[in-house]
């Protein structure tokens, strides 16, 4: 009987006091995997993972290997991508902090897992891809929402034919965030600061093009409205500063094919839906409305027929004419399922699709949502390629 291997890989985590580094990353993905004795392969050898805790602050470093039963932590990030004993580079570092450290990292010849968005501009964006593919270093970019329990079912509705020819895309994300001085505010200040690479554009919009390339096509021009709505904040120290940065941005995107989605993303709206992002997909066969887990969906045989008449009032219940699609998968974590995705990608050789190419396009769509807006026009994207 053959003895199946097991093949340890070393990952860098930087940035695991934050909070994706921490929770995401760190807890629910890396160590979940760890703890449950890694992933198996088809041909029965698995895949386990070592972390390797890098930050600024030896105390903090220490205190989280302690509680997590982590052997290794450095403050010294030359050092750890020095040792061939780590071959990815993970990085959930403040946007601003993130490029210097991925050049670093793929200078060293390490593979490449990064939070989004990769850079700050496009042409830092790019420049790492191509360094990335220079340097023939696999590169991987958080895409966590296509692993939503809600966009995973609204995945096999396109999938299955349900739509019909799809129309439109109508996505509501935001929740309200609150300012700082009665309540503390649940996002880091940096967030609200340009100076610091915060905005919801360059935060949200970058989720948004991979959402909307992968489910529905290729995006093809960006038209946004971004506003600074409430300027006063207080920050972590209770500080009063100006918020530099939009706190809201409401997009219309052409997609191949004709479909237009709208999405409206914002830190400033009263939630009254049924969840903190949702999308409802209108086709020519049938509609759904897509949350982070729901998914409901209205087929054409069984739509009402509404006639606009203000003078009655209408009681009709439109509510009662979804229906709900069942939970028939169990789905993990979605940060854990792409981290699993990337390390069996990343030991089989495999290419994967959310490469730093597709980071950049993010950046890309995030970039000219600013441009957009600053100067009142539709945008038009053109491909990217690494040549
Ligand atoms: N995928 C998602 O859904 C999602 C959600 C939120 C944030 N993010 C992204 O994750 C990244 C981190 O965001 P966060 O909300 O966890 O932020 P955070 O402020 O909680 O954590 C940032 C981390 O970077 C470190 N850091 C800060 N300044 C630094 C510097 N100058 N040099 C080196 N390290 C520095 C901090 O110590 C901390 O570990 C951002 O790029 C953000 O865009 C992604």
């Known amino acids: ?49 070592k972390p390797i805790l890098v930050g600024r602050n030896e105390a903090k470093l220490a205190e989280l290997a302690a509680k997590h039963g982590i052997e290794d932590y450095t403050t010294d990030l030359d050092a750890a991508l020095a040792d061939p004993k780590w071959e990815i580079y993970a990085d959930f570092l403040v946007t601003k902090a993130r490029a210097s450290a991925l050049r670093k990292a793929i200078a060293a010849g390490k593979a490449i897992y990064t939070e989004k968005p990769t850079a700050e501009s496009l042409d830092e964006a790019l420049e790492l891809a191509r360094l990335a593919d220079a340097a023939g270093v696999k590169t991987g970019v958080v895409h966590d929402k296509l692993y939503l329990p809600g966009l995973q079912k609204l995945k096999r509705l396109i999938d299955s034919g349900f739509f019909g020819r799809i129309l439109s895309v109508r996505g509501e994300f935001g929740y309200w965030v609150f300012e700082g001085d009665w309540q503390p505010a649940q996002r880091p200040s940096w967030n609200y600061r340009t100076e610091d690479g915060g905005g919801i554009i360059v935060d949200m919009f970058p989720h948004w093009n991979y959402v909307l390339e992968n489910l529905f096509g290729e995006v093809k021009s960006v038209y946004a409205q971004a506003a600074v709505h409430i300027a006063d904040r207080w920050d972590e120290h209770g500080e009063h500063y100006t918020a530099t940065a939009e706190d809201a941005a409401y997009g219309i995107f052409e997609i191949e094919g004709g479909i237009v989605a709208e999405i409206n993303s914002s830190w400033t709206v009263r939630v009254n839906r049924d969840e903190l992002v949702e999308f409802q997909v209108d086709g020519t066969h049938g509609s759904a409305v897509v949350g ?58 495999t290419k994967y699709p959310f490469d730093l190419l597709s980071g950049a396009r993010g950046v890309q769509f995030a970039e000219a949502g600013l441009t957009s807006s600053a100067e009142g026009r539709k945008v038009a994207l053109s491909p990217l390629t690494l040549g």
């Open 1 to 49: 009987m053959s003895q199946a291997t097991t093949r340890e890989i070393g990952i860098i985590m930087n940035g695991v006091s934050g909070r994706m580094g921490y929770r995401q990353h760190l807890v629910r993905s890396i160590l979940a995997i760890r703890d449950g004795g890694g992933i198996e392969l088809p041909d029965g050898s698995r895949i386990t993972v």
């Open 292 to 349: 982070l887990f729901g998914a409901r969906i209205q087929p054409r045989n069984a739509t009402p027929k509404p006639v606009w008449n203000p003078d009655l009032e209408d009681s009709h219940d439109y509510d009662a004419d979804w229906q709900e699609i069942p939970t028939n998968d169990v789905f993990l974590n979605g940060f854990r399922q792409q981290w699993e995705e990337y390390l069996v990608s990343f030991v089989e050789g």
